[in-house]
């Protein structure tokens, strides 16, 4: 019955050139890569393994339930107290991932007497939480903010919340945050800020809401994902102590989740210390972030993720296996995962990349994109 109803679908997508597939990486490969979201190049760095190794040892290799039962460690609310510092928050809560944390925010802020206002490229896991809010959801185009402050204007609900990322995850460039937070706060909503691609990198780290000087306002709230410059999973709500409060109380994905493993926890909380004790990480992240975008004729961007536009989905793969096979390893990215269907080479930069690496990268791809 399975092939009948799901064989049509996969040749329909083969034929497309839009079928994923999983590519199991090898251990201890020696690919540059240029395709994953280790940012500050944290992931394989000996403070961050032991904190981790340590934590196993200690606590055990699960976190054994919710957070409200016995998946809360001293090592969580370490964190928390830690991040919501480095961040300028009053307060942070972790979940297990940054997914469940976007999910969970957003929900247990909606409801119908919530009008949602959301940037038309944000992420995945903000757009499936504004379908599970049960809110009205209107979706501005690109960094609108009129188009944010005429829905404000107009709308009947009592509250509200603009969705918004510090850094867009596909194009790499930022949001208004500014006139988003001024906006909001003139009509009375809040202002919800993704920045799981800021953390670790703008901001000289601490993320874009702080360098704009809106952390710590009571009507913005952030979200981040421990899983890319953090180095480790996990996902993390920022914001005043009430809302925290409040998200322990009414937020399902933190309810009925079992808590982060306490080695995750460990590994994010040692990447941010190193991130505080090597502050110029993010800007050897920025550095090669422009060599890459200026070697590829792209603007350069605000955030470390270069994207190059391609023909199509058949040449985007094509392109990405070519420079695999040459050692690089690039994301390629094509329908439904990139904003406006086209499609592109993903590269993204980290702090380790060296000037060797970055070169033989760039000869490489240059070739990949020879026609
Ligand atoms: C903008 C954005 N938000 C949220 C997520 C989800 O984070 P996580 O991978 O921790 O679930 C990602 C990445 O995957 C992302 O790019």
């Given at each position: ?101 976007n999910?969970?925010?957003v ?9 949602l206002i959301s940037d038309e490229h944000v992420h995945?896991?903000l757009v499936?939480a504004c ?7 209107e979706i501005v185009p690109h960094n609108d903010v009129?188009a944010v ?12 919340v603009v969705i918004t990322e510090s850094i867009f995850s596909?194009?790499?460039d930022e949001a208004p945050l500014t006139d988003l937070a001024?906006t909001a706060?003139?009509?009375?909503a809040l202002l919800l800020v993704d920045e799981a691609h800021g ?9 874009s809401v702080?360098?704009a000087?809106l ?5 913005v709230v952030v979200t ?115 904003p ?32």
């Amino acid at each position: 019955m399975l092939t009948e109803w799901l064989g049509p679908k996969a040749v329909a997508l083969e034929t497309r050139g839009l079928t994923r597939r999983l590519h199991a990486r090898a251990a201890g490969d020696d690919l540059i890569d240029l395709a994953g979201n280790d940012y500050l190049g944290l992931s394989r760095d000996s403070r961050v393994i032991e904190a981790a190794a340590e934590a196993v040892c200690t606590w055990g290799t699960g976190s054994t339930a919710s957070r409200l039962v016995t998946g809360t460690t001293a090592l969580h609310e370490e964190l928390e107290q830690e991040l919501a510092a480095y961040a300028g928050q009053e307060s942070a809560l972790v979940f297990s991932s940054g997914y469940l944390a976007n999910l969970g925010v957003v929900t247990a802020l909606a409801g119908p007497g919530t009008l949602l206002i959301s940037d038309e490229h944000v992420h995945a896991s903000l757009v499936d939480a504004c379908r599970l809010s049960r809110s009205r959801v209107e979706i501005v185009p690109h960094n609108d903010v009129d188009a944010v402050a005429k829905l404000l204007a107009e709308r009947n609900e009592r509250h509200a919340v603009v969705i918004t990322e510090s850094i867009f995850s596909v194009l790499s460039d930022e949001a208004p945050l500014t006139d988003l937070a001024a906006t909001a706060q003139q009509y009375e909503a809040l202002l919800l800020v993704d920045e799981a691609h800021g953390l670790g990198v703008t901001g000289n780290g601490h993320g874009s809401v702080h360098a704009a000087g809106l952390a710590g306002q009571d009507h913005v709230v952030v979200t981040m994902t421990l899983s890319k410059a953090m180095a480790s999973q996990g996902g993390v709500v920022l914001g005043p102590s009430v809302l925290r409060d409040h998200l322990i109380n009414r937020s399902r994905p933190f309810i009925y989740d079992t808590g982060l493993n306490p080695a995750a926890v460990a590994a994010a909380l040692a990447a941010l210390r190193v991130l505080q004790a090597e502050p110029n990480r993010p800007a050897a992240i920025h550095a090669a972030t422009a060599r890459l975008a200026a070697a590829f004729d792209v603007p350069p961007p605000a955030g470390p993720i270069v994207s190059i536009p391609m023909p199509g989905p058949h040449e985007t793969v094509r392109a990405a296996n070519f420079c695999h096979t040459n050692g690089i390893r690039v994301g390629s990215f094509r329908p439904p995962s990139v904003p406006d269907n086209i499609s592109r080479l993903r590269l993204t930069a980290n702090a380790t990349l060296t000037d060797l690496a970055l070169t033989q990268a760039i000869r490489t791809i240059q070739t990949a994109l020879t026609p």
